[in-house]
C-alpha cells in the first residue's frame, strides 16, 4: 500500500473558472481521486492570457460553433452532473467581464489556504455557471470564499492580495507553465508518467488519459455511484 502510494501519477489539471468545460473536468478528475492512483493538482490559469499567447479565440466567437456549444453543455450537464446554466448575458459575462479577479484570487488561495482551492472553485463555478451571478467584484469573491468555508479574518486577507506582484506573478507562472506544455484553452491536463509530460485537452478525453495510466475509466459518474449520492458536492 505504502509503494502503491509513493508512485501516484501526478496529474495537473489548469483550468480558468470562466470555462465550463474545465468545470466538467474538474468534477470528474476528483471524483476520480479516491479511485485511482493519482495525485492531483489543481492549477488555476488564466484562460484569456492562453488565448491570446496561443493565438486562440473563444469557440463562442464563430456563431454556429457557440451554438452547437450550448446544447453540447446542456446535454454534458445530465451526462456528468455538474449543474451548468449558461449565463442571462453570456458575451458580457464571458467575453466582456472575464475572470481576472477570480483567478488571482485563486491563485492567492493555491499560496495560502491549498486544501481550500477545490471548494473556493467549485463555489466560483457555481456563481457563474449555475447561478448567473458575478465573479468580478471583491464582495462576489468573499461570497464565494465564504461558501467554501473560509474566515471573516482569512478573507479579509486574501481579498487584499488580489494587486499584490507575487500574486500576479503566480497567476503569470502558472499560465506560462501551460503554454510551455502546448496549451491553447482550457481544460488542460497534464499526466507526468515516466518523466514526461503528457498533455490533454477538453473534459472528453478521459477514456485516453485513463489508458496512459494503466487505470479503468467508468463514465464520469463513476465515484459518485459508489457512495450513492450524485449531488452531495454540489
Ligand atoms: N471538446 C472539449 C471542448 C473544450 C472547450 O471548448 N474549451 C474551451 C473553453 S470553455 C476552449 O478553451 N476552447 C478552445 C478551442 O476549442 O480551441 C470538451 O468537451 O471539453
Redesign the pocket.
Same mark, same amino acid.
Request: charged share 5%.
Given at each position: 500500500m505504502a509503494a502503491k502510494a509513493l508512485c501516484k501519477t501526478k496529474i495537473e489539471l489548469f483550468y480558468d473558472v470562466l470555462?465550463?468545460?474545465?468545470w466538467?473536468?474538474f468534477e470528474v478528475l476528483t471524483r476520480y481521486q479516491s479511485k485511482w492512483n493519482i495525485d492531483v493538482k489543481l492549477r488555476p490559469f488564466l484562460?484569456g492570457g492562453v488565448m491570446a499567447a496561443s493565438g486562440?479565440q473563444?469557440?463562442a466567437m464563430v456563431a454556429n460553433k457557440g451554438m452547437y456549444m450550448l446544447k453540447d453543455l446542456e446535454r454534458l450537464r445530465d451526462f456528468t452532473c455538474t449543474p451548468i446554466r449558461q449565463p442571462s448575458d453570456f458575451m458580457g459575462t464571458i467575453i466582456q467581464k472575464g475572470s481576472l479577479q477570480a483567478q488571482r484570487f485563486l491563485a492567492s488561495v493555491e499560496m495560502s489556504q491549498p486544501s481550500l482551492l477545490e471548494e473556493v472553485s467549485r463555489q466560483l463555478w457555481l456563481r457563474v455557471w449555475n447561478r448567473d451571478e458575478d465573479i468580478t467584484e471583491l464582495e462576489s469573491l468573499r461570497q464565494a470564499g465564504k461558501m467554501a468555508g473560509l474566515d471573516e479574518a482569512t478573507l479579509n486577507k486574501l481579498l487584499g492580495t488580489l494587486k499584490d506582484q507575487n500574486v500576479k506573478d503566480k497567476l503569470k507562472a502558472t499560465t506560462s507553465q501551460a503554454l510551455s506544455h502546448g496549451a491553447? @484553452? *482550457?481544460p488542460i491536463m497534464i499526466v507526468h508518467k515516466d518523466d514526461e509530460p503528457h498533455i490533454f485537452f @477538453? *473534459?472528453?478525453r478521459f477514456e485516453l488519459l485513463a489508458f496512459l495510466i494503466g487505470e479503468k475509466y467508468e463514465g464520469p459518474l463513476a465515484e459518485l455511484s459508489k457512495v450513492g449520492d450524485t449531488k452531495s458536492k454540489l
Open positions: 470555462s465550463p468545460y474545465s466538467i473536468a484562460l486562440n473563444p469557440p491553447f @484553452g *482550457s @477538453g *473534459s472528453d
